[in-house]
């Protein structure tokens, strides 16, 4: 079951083998955590979240069209229930780096790792004052490496607006940085 | 990769992100929900079979008309399927009400979500909003390369949205033109659609309006009617469908 392509386990799991699902829960949690975090802007609920999510993704795994790659259409899935929770949740948290929530800074940590830290920190401060909309094009973009076809179907929007969506959500980013 | 985006790859690998297992809490879940297996039968052709035999056994009894209706759950719209129809010259496109500015359309989303005031996001924003007192709020969508026209007008989709808690119109439906339910898969679980599969007459109750229609899919959804109408075949609408119904909290019923 590990060595299983996506394909595999999703067509067992369409054919009801919980295992295969588990299995591609095992594969794909730590992306899907991610994508929550980044939609809801603070990691506590993420776990929740992405759970009722994984829960949703099994009922419609029906539907899903085995010659697309499984994780754009997990990532809608996330997204849609993130962004739902959002809606109801009054609770705001922001986004934090592993660096400051451990606080410290390494006194014999090499300079320019140093220098990393605090860039990530000044920019994960700014994707802080960004629309959850603009997180997560950038996410699709420069972390999850999808395509423009992908991130489509990702955002349910057309091709031709993700080039678009994705530039003024880089613009964004630089100016919320030149305010840091 | 440009400077800043390698930056911004490091950043988003720097965040803060929930070690959990969901596995088994995940399962733990699954056995309450019903299998995802696809049903591979084509639901309309089994559907329209059984309704084929229930509206001959019932066609002529006016209170067994609307227990196919409410059979059917149609929300506002009751079916009535006749041998031959009279289809008006006017459209159901030409009837759809006084239009709505665009900034009001804009005013009424809830403001994380007027970066995209469009119902089907993928159509883009709609060309045109109306209201009207008895087929509630439409949106229309111009006809394009991808969206071809209804009749001969020049809108490529109309979606209309109205409380579905009384009859406020019928459609009057040949009985060569094919219809019946549709199952449309969502993230809150199926709903049952009608599919009409050709042009077919629009009344509004207690009026003499009487417009025609081209291929409608119609259901119901948190006590809203909603009906997309296009020229597109059916696993094209039920794919615009499927994106309504994920929303439709977008949705301002007129």
Known sequence: MSTASDNELIRWSQ??????????????QRAALRIATVTLGSATDAPDVTQEAFVKAYGAIGRFRNNERFEPWLFRIVANTAKNHRRSSQRRGALVTRAAAVATVPESEPGDLAIRHQESERLVAALNTLSYQDRLILTYRWYSELTETEIAQALSCRRGTVKSRLSRAMSRLRIAMEEQ | MTRLET?????????????????????????????????????????V???????????????AREAIADWLGIGATELQSVNEVDLPDRSSVEDLGDPVASTTLRETQPEDTRASVSPIPSLGEPSGVFDDSSRGRSYTWSASANLPAIGSSD???????????????????ANDVE??????????????AFWINGQHVLVQTGSSRRVSAN?????????????????LELPEVVRLAQEIVEGTELLAPG
């Open chain 1, 15 to 28: 054919a009801g083998d919980h295992d295969a699902f588990g299995a591609l829960v095992r594969k794909h």
């Open chain 2, 7 to 47: 930056q911004i790859h490091q950043a988003l690998e720097s965040l803060v992100v929930p070690d959990t297992d969901l596995v088994e809490s995940v399962l733990a879940e699954l056995p309450l929900h019903r299998s995802p297996v696809r049903h591979r039968r084509p639901v309309l052709a089994t559907a």
């Open chain 2, 49 to 63: 079979a059984v309704l084929a035999i229930a509206i001959g056994i019932v066609a002529a009894v006016a209170p």
């Open chain 2, 155 to 173: 809108v490529g989709a109309v979606l209309s949205v109205r409380p579905a808690d009384r009859v406020l119109s019928a459609k009057v439906i």
């Open chain 2, 179 to 192: 219809f019946g339910p549709v199952e449309l898969a969502s993230l809150s679980g199926d709903t049952i």
């Open chain 2, 215 to 231: 291929q409608v899919l119609l259901w119901v959804a948190d006590g809203v009617e909603i009906r997309l109408e296009t020229s």
